[in-house]
């Protein structure tokens, strides 16, 4: 019996269905693999990366023919050129699996086909990178190659000797330094595991008990949604580490109850967008970049996280703040109390999915690695989510939150590799010591200049990319600058993280505020201003920190931290003040910069500028009490 052709020829859908199940099979074999070797040990540094990063390639470029993609193939030549990607993708980075004895024995010396392979899987990467990142780092990577390459040609200290196209080559794709080296290596072992954690406190609930609580803590006072997503998404940017994901994950509950209850549309996206990002800086998970500081400093965990703490409630103080007076300021009415979740019935209902946290804590305390105390808690999030029905991970909820942790995963694992071309030709050409001898140059050895010019940089730097990724860029190329010129080790890399951070709020390219602008139906570009003045606190403590580590606990006593703490809260309340134009009243220009210089002067830790700091507090506070008192009655209720 004979089919007819039409029978007999597969449909561009079944190809479509084809490739749909293999991204499904790659991104669970990627969550299965690290897991695996979380819990028995990371293989081979280059054989892990390895791994790790062909799967990701194979799964971006895969996604081009699902529905779902950032970037889709329009017609069948571009879903060809799709497959050809993903699968050239996975063949030159598997290559290091195969042939890992080989490579290892001849210390980087680069055959014939190694370079061609090379130069593919650079110019994979970087396409792959556009795709779910965007130009910005794509740009920045082949600045850096055409440096390598034609930087013999710059005067000065700027040139270097130059460099062929083989040992550029042989310095990316097979030396330590390059695609694979480490901060491929933080995404492939510690940021996977938390993104997937994160993944399953999200899928299972969790985020949303958190903002329940949050709302049912703050639902009753004014501005109470605005606040409830203060806390709330700043509890889920801790775990998630990623300003983006978070954004779009607690934003599509926070942002539409604060657009309800008053805010206008691009403060909605703005608190959420600065929420969302000073997550990363919150102890004691702090995204994943505690971990890779410790990594790359040397510094225990344990005291990176005590260290920022300080500036981390600063952060929030203000935010808090703000919202608070923008919501005096725009006479946003109280939320009903009746629409509020109940703080008991949320706990009985949901509680059980949080104790999860505390277990990765407690085990990161204990000294158990990150990975480790990542797999259990992620192990202890899926078990949570059976202690009721109405919580279960059911088989294809727990494929969809697999799913969910991998994409999450996809943007920072094309960055970090892309960050590594970048890190290897600031190492090939000594890069890294002539940045340092630049900004001392520039700033004459002045102290202020030097971290204006840095955190421009890390500015500039970080922009379109995860923050993550953005730091060990920074960090490597800014941070010795500010070692040189006498700063502590935790304060410089505090210090460049960030700034790094704050390019997810920071115009033209900030990508959490163009997140929410999607949900918050606004102007991305006037979300991301309003965002730089809500968490103007995050610009402006790093440099009294880098000048006094006192802020952050570093060589003080006990009651030096207490006093700093005090007073720093209180400058940060001022500077809230000051950026908001609003106590009792209305605040005029002077006003403004007086609440201004009052916060700079408190937030230095020195007892004689805090004299002078709360002396003229007192003095505001008590002219604008005194107009407030003199306003007429009608004029007063108005406002």
Request: neutral net charge.
């Amino acid at each position: 019996m004979s089919h007819s052709v039409e029978e007999q020829q597969a449909t561009p859908d079944d190809g479509l269905a084809i490739a749909r199940l293999v991204r499904i099979a790659a991104a669970v074999l990627l969550a299965g693999f690290s897991l695996y070797t979380a819990l028995y040990g990371v293989m081979s540094d280059m054989i892990q990366r390895s791994i790790h990063l062909g799967l990701v390639l194979l799964i971006i470029f895969l996604g081009a023919l699902t529905s779902s993609s950032l970037s889709p193939a329009r017609n069948t030549l571009e879903r060809v050129i799709a497959v050809c990607l993903a699968v050239s993708g996975l063949v030159v980075m598997l290559y290091h699996v195969v042939f890992f004895d080989e490579i290892a024995y001849r210390f980087g010396e680069l055959t014939g086909p190694e370079f061609y392979l090379g130069i593919a899987a650079t110019l994979i990467l970087l396409e792959a990178t556009r795709r779910v990142i965007g130009w910005p780092i794509v740009i920045l990577a082949v600045g850096f190659l055409a440096y390598a390459y034609f930087g013999y040609l710059l005067p000065g200290e700027a040139g270097h000797r130059g460099y062929d196209v083989e040992r550029i080559i042989s310095q990316l794709y097979l030396g330590g330094g390059g695609i694979f080296g480490t901060p491929l290596g933080v995404s492939a072992t510690f940021v996977i595991l938390i993104v997937l954690f994160g993944a399953v406190l999200e899928n299972s609930g969790a985020g949303k008990v958190l903002m329940d609580i949050a709302t049912s803590l703050t639902g009753r006072s004014r501005g109470g949604p605005a606040k409830a997503a203060v806390v709330g998404s700043s509890l889920m940017g801790m775990i998630s580490g990623t300003a983006v994901a978070n954004v779009l994950t607690t934003g599509t509950i926070s942002i539409p109850l604060m657009k309800r209850a008053g805010y206008r549309p691009q403060v909605a996206g703005a608190i959420e967008a600065v929420a969302s990002t000073g997550g990363q800086l919150m102890p004691p998970v702090m995204g994943a970049a505690a971990f890779l500081m410790a990594d790359l400093t040397g510094i225990s965990y344990f005291e990176i996280a005590q260290a920022a703490i300080l500036p981390a409630l600063l952060y929030y103080v203000v935010l808090f703040a703000v919202v608070h007076l923008e919501a005096l300021k725009r006479n946003i009415p109280m939320v009903e109390t009746d629409s509020l979740p109940s703080l008991a019935t949320t706990f009985l209902q949901g509680g059980h999915l949080l104790l999860s946290l505390p277990i990765f804590v407690y085990m990161l305390f204990a000294g158990y690695s990150v990975m480790y105390a990542s797999f259990w808690a992620l192990i202890a999030a899926v078990c949570l989510s059976y202690v009721r029905p109405e919580t279960w991970l059911t088989p294809a909820k727990l494929l969809r939150t697999i799913e969910s942790g991998v994409e999450a995963i996809l943007p920072v694992a094309a960055a970090c590799a892309t960050a590594g071309i970048i890190i290897g030709v600031i190492t090939l050409t000594g890069l890294g010591l002539k940045f340092s001898s630049l900004v001392i140059s520039l700033s004459g050895g002045n102290l202020f200049l030097a971290l204006l010019l840095t955190m421009a940089a890390s500015l500039i730097l970080g922009m379109g990319l995860p923050t993550a990724a953005a730091y060990i860029l920074v960090a490597t190329l800014a941070a010795p600058a500010l070692e040189e010129l006498g700063v502590n080790k935790l304060a410089a890399h505090l210090f460049v993280f960030y700034s790094a951070m704050l390019s997810s709020i920071t115009p033209p390219v900030a990508l959490a505020a163009y997140a929410a602008a999607g949900l918050a139906r606004a102007n991305p570009f006037h979300i991301a201003v309003v965002a730089c003045q809500f968490g103007v606190v995050a610009f402006i403590v790093p440099y009294f920190f880098a000048y006094s580590p006192a802020l952050l606990g570093v060589n003080a006593s006990v009651s030096t931290i207490l006093l700093a703490v005090l007073t720093s809260i209180v400058g940060a309340l001022c500077l809230a003040v000051a950026v908001q134009g609003w106590l009792f009243r209305k605040a005029s220009i002077i006003e403004r910069l007086g609440y201004g210089a009052i916060a700079w002067l408190m937030l230095d830790p020195n007892w004689k500028t805090d004299i002078i700091g709360f002396t003229l507090l007192a003095a505001l506070v008590a002219y604008q009490a005194m107009l407030k008192k003199s306003e007429p009655i009608e004029n007063s209720q108005e406002t």
